[in-house]
């Protein structure tokens, strides 16, 4: 079993940045596929980043490739999402997630464990 805590959200103005963590339990942290997702008010959970174990399969969401890198440091148990250049959309609860397998990895439903959330706000 992994536990994740997501850390680093907060308030923002449009154009700054935020690094977010998630820090996960276990020693099979290592194993697993690590996804970052974001829920606004009144709208469904959206797929946001995701990282194969060893870091070398990744992908995005249209709406923010080329505005956020996301890293993972394994002997940390510790996965990042560097948000930059942020604009008032980005505003969200951010949940990191872990699955088994890097496969269906746009839906919420291919992962195992989640975060609590970490809210992220950016203001005009």
């Known amino acids: 079993q992994v536990q994740l805590v997501e850390s680093g959200g907060g308030l923002v103005q449009a154009g700054g940045s935020l690094r977010l963590s998630c820090a996960g339990s276990?020693?099979?942290?290592?194993?697993?596929?690590m996804g970052w997702f974001r829920q606004a008010p009144g709208k469904e959970r959206e797929f946001v980043s995701v990282?194969?174990?060893?870091?070398?399969?990744?992908d995005y969401a249209d709406a923010v490739k080329g505005r956020f890198t996301i890293s993972r440091d394994n002997a940390k148990n510790t996965v990042y999402l560097q948000m930059n250049n942020l604009i008032p959309e980005d505003t969200a609860v951010y949940y990191c997630?872990?699955?088994?397998?890097?496969?269906?990895?746009?839906?919420?439903?291919?992962?195992?464990?989640w975060g609590q959330g970490t809210q992220v706000t950016v203001s005009s």
């Open positions: 990282m194969n174990w060893n870091g070398d399969t990744f």
């Open positions: 276990g020693r099979t942290f290592s194993a697993y596929v």
């Open positions: 997630a872990a699955a088994k397998y890097y496969r269906s990895v746009y839906s919420q439903h291919s992962y195992n464990y």
